[in-house]
């Protein structure tokens, strides 16, 4: 079992920046692939960003390429996900999942094991 606390989502103006935080506890976090999604008001979830057990690996959607980079730091079994030049189209509240399964990176939804509560990020314009 692995619990997930996001943290960091707040209200930002337009082209600013946030860091959002997920701290897992539980099992071995160095054993999960992480991601990061979101979902609008109205919208289903999406994909954002993936990064591989030992965070060798990467991968984002084509919106988040350029202005998202995501992050982990086993040592603190934490993941990051610093956003740039935010826009309005990225409010939502963002999620942190957890695969113990892939092999690298993953962009299914279903196949993540574990979620958090998420965070809301707003976007003024």
């Known amino acids: 079992q692995v619990q997930l606390v996001e943290s960091g989502g707040r209200l930002v103006q337009a082209g600013g920046s946030l860091r959002l935080s997920c701290a897992a506890s539980g099992r071995t976090f160095s054993a999960y692939t992480m991601g990061w999604f979101r979902q609008a008001p109205g919208k289903e979830r999406e994909f954002v960003a993936s990064?591989?057990?030992?965070?060798?690996?990467?991968y984002y959607t084509d919106s988040a390429k350029g202005r998202f980079t995501i992050s982990r730091d086993n040592a603190k079994n934490t993941v990051y996900l610093q956003m740039n030049n935010l826009n309005p189209e990225d409010t939502a509240v963002y999620y942190c999942?957890?695969?113990?399964?892939?092999?690298?990176?993953?962009?299914?939804?279903?196949?993540?094991?574990?979620w958090g509560q998420g965070t809301q990020v707003i976007v003024s314009s």
């Open positions: 990064i591989s057990k030992s965070g060798n690996s990467t």
């Open positions: 999942a957890a695969d113990f399964r892939a092999r690298g990176v993953a962009i299914t939804a279903s196949l993540y094991d574990y």
